[in-house]
């Protein structure tokens, strides 16, 4: 089972990144997939999430309407586009995968809005 994340990088305050995460190892389209982030010193956020079917989507009070999640199920990827970047988005952002209690996460990838 793999999840391996890409997109994070530097990116000024007002930018956009977009991250994606390809799945590979599990039956994807069964799993509801999440975006995480944690920041240093800070407890792990729930940022965004969609059902297996793609039908059903959350995204944090604090991010939405600058970020949005999609899932492919045919190439077995989600992705989260992020704009209007704040210095406080800067964290770890983790790709998960759910099916009831059983979870799979990716190694992060880091994200630092800065001047």
């Known amino acids: 089972v793999q999840l391996v994340e890409s997109g994070g990088g530097l990116v000024q305050p007002g930018g956009s990144l977009r991250l994606s995460c390809v799945a590979s190892?599990?039956?994807?389209?069964?799993?509801?997939m999440r975006w995480y982030r944690q920041a240093p010193g800070k407890e792990r956020e729930l940022v965004a999430g969609?059902?297996?079917?793609?039908?059903?989507?959350y995204i944090a009070d604090s991010v939405k309407g600058r970020f949005t999640m999609s899932r492919d199920n045919a190439k077995k990827t989600v992705s989260l586009q992020m704009k209007s970047l704040k210095p406080e988005d800067t964290a770890v952002y983790y790709c998960?995968?759910?099916?009831?209690?059983?979870?799979?996460w990716g190694q992060g990838t880091q994200v630092t809005v800065s001047s």
């Open positions: 998960a995968a759910f099916q009831g209690p059983a979870g799979y």
């Open positions: 190892g599990f039956t994807f389209s069964t799993y509801a």
């Open positions: 969609v059902s297996s079917h793609g039908g059903g989507t």
